[in-house]
Nanobody, 123 residues
Framework: LVQLVESGGGSVQAGGSLRLSCAASGNTNNLNYWAWFRQAPGKEREGVAAIDTFGTYYSDSVKGRFTISHDVTKTTAYLQMNSLKPEDTGVYYC??????????????????WGQGTQVTVSS
């Protein structure tokens, strides 16, 4: 069993930056697949960034502004968010997996999820 806890959310003005963290505990062996998703009010959850042993992946809406990374132990993942826009507002969730399979930004690929952290960007 893997537990994920996000932190770093908050309120920021458009153009600002935030850095989200996601710490894993429990059975953290081989957590090679990480992703960040977000859900805005009234919208479906969407994948915004993912990382695995082959590289990083981003949705078009955040490419060039967000950066996903993890520490060398692969027990903490980060999402650096720059040039934030009001449309980036939502609850951000981290997700992790120990096995490959499926599209990197598809929620169904990840069995382990955090509780979410709110990000609010004002204009």
């Amino acid at each position: 069993l893997v537990q994920l806890v996000e932190s770093g959310g908050g309120s920021v003005q458009a153009g600002g930056s935030l850095r989200l963290s996601c710490a894993a505990s429990g059975n953290t062996n081989n957590l090679n697949y990480w992703a960040w998703f977000r859900q805005a009010p009234g919208k479906e959850r969407e994948g915004v960034a993912a990382i695995d042993t082959f590289g990083t992946y981003y949705s078009d809406s955040v490419k060039g502004r967000f950066t996903i990374s993890h520490d060398v132990t692969k027990t903490t993942a980060y999402l650096q968010m720059n040039s934030l826009k009001p449309e980036d507002t939502g609850v951000y969730y981290c997700a992790a997996a120990q096995r490959p399979g499926g599209w990197q930004l598809h929620a169904g690929r990840y069995p382990n999820w955090g509780q979410g952290t709110q990000v609010t960007v004002s204009s």
